[in-house]
């Protein structure tokens, strides 16, 4: 069975195009969100996703209607094709039931596992650079050595409220709660 996916981003936004263009290709069912496509939560995609049997396939007219990221497409195809069926984007011209369309869905998946290695390492070597010129990376602290001095003594000896404190030092009270009882020095 053919299965077709369309989505729009906004309620003023027309599903008929691509329903239509899914409709010529064979999809016997059309399922259709009105949703972006950053959203994790799309009921209709889901709803298709459970329905997805062994020898069927998934259309879309364009691939940026299934995922916003090559790695959500990625996912989402690794999905379909678990449940045994296959992908097929008519703008793109990916097919993944055809030797040809597996391998240039393969070679798009090998470009977007590149790319991620490379994010990842040229992200390690910028934090080492830094490193080596004195730069912490992280957060400053929200508090110095002598204001967590001051929280501890009016938080653990005069026994004042977490949000008194809180306001008075301009943090959050979650703040205040993890402020070691003991300097880590005083051990």
Known sequence: MILGYARVSTA?????????????????????DVITG????????????????????????KYDRLARSLKDLLDLVEQV??????????????????PA???IFHVFASIAQ????RIVE???????????RGRVGGRPPALSASQKAEV??????EMRPLSEIATLFKVSAKTIRRVPVVAPSEH
Request: aromatic share 4%; no cysteine.
């Open 81 to 98: 094709q678990g449940k045994g069926a296959g992908f097929r984007s008519l703008a793109e011209d990916i097919d993944t039931t055809t």
């Open 122 to 132: 040229r992200t390690r070597e910028g934090l080492e650079a830094a490193r080596r």
């Open 12 to 32: 003023d936004q027309k599903l008929d195009s691509q329903q239509d263009a899914l409709r010529a290709v064979g999809a016997e069912k059309v399922f259709a």
């Open 38 to 61: 950053s959203a994790r939560q799309r009921p209709q995609l889901d709803r298709m996703l459970d329905q997805l049997r062994e020898g069927d396939v998934v259309v879309v007219t």
């Open 101 to 103: 369309g597996r391998l």
């Open 152 to 157: 501890r003594r009016m938080r653990d000896e």
């Open 114 to 117: 590149f790319e991620r290695e």
